[in-house]
Nanobody, 123 residues
Framework: EVQLVESGGGLVQAGGSLRLSCAAS????????KGWFRQAPGKEREGVSC????????YYADSVKGRFTISSDNAKNTMYLQMNGLKPEDTAVYYC????????????????WGQGTQVTVSS
């Protein structure tokens, strides 16, 4: 059974940092593309970042480029999203997602999602 469990969300002031983690199980972690989506109230869901399976190519949405860094520790079956320079507009629920693919065009949503972790950035 595929499981994705996020952690690391919280409340932070603008300009601060958080690191999200996604602990995965039930599939061969290194082989699959993985990524982060976010959903804010009243806004469309956004593919924030992704990392491909075998070659670790990465993608970042323009809204987070230069501030967020995605990484993957295959030995720990864990993916991370380091978020620096946080802005109030980054406030959202962040989801870890097992993807069908990750390319320069962004993440391709898969069928497995974590439960989400809330990130709130105060101004």
């Amino acid at each position: 059974e595929v499981q994705l469990v996020e952690s690391g969300g919280g409340l932070v002031q603008a300009g601060g940092s958080l690191r999200l983690s996604c602990a995965a199980s039930g599939f061969f972690f290194a082989d699959y593309a993985k990524g982060w989506f976010r959903q804010a109230p009243g806004k469309e869901r956004e593919g924030v970042s992704c990392i491909s399976g075998l070659d670790d190519n990465t993608y970042y949405a323009d809204s987070v480029k230069g501030r967020f860094t995605i990484s993957s520790d295959n030995a720990k079956n864990t993916m991370y999203l380091q978020m620096n320079g946080l802005k109030p507009e980054d406030t959202a629920v962040y989801y870890c997602v097992l993807l069908w693919g990750c390319s320069g065009d962004g993440p391709v949503e898969g069928d497995y999602w974590g439960q989400g972790t809330q990130v709130t950035v105060s101004s």
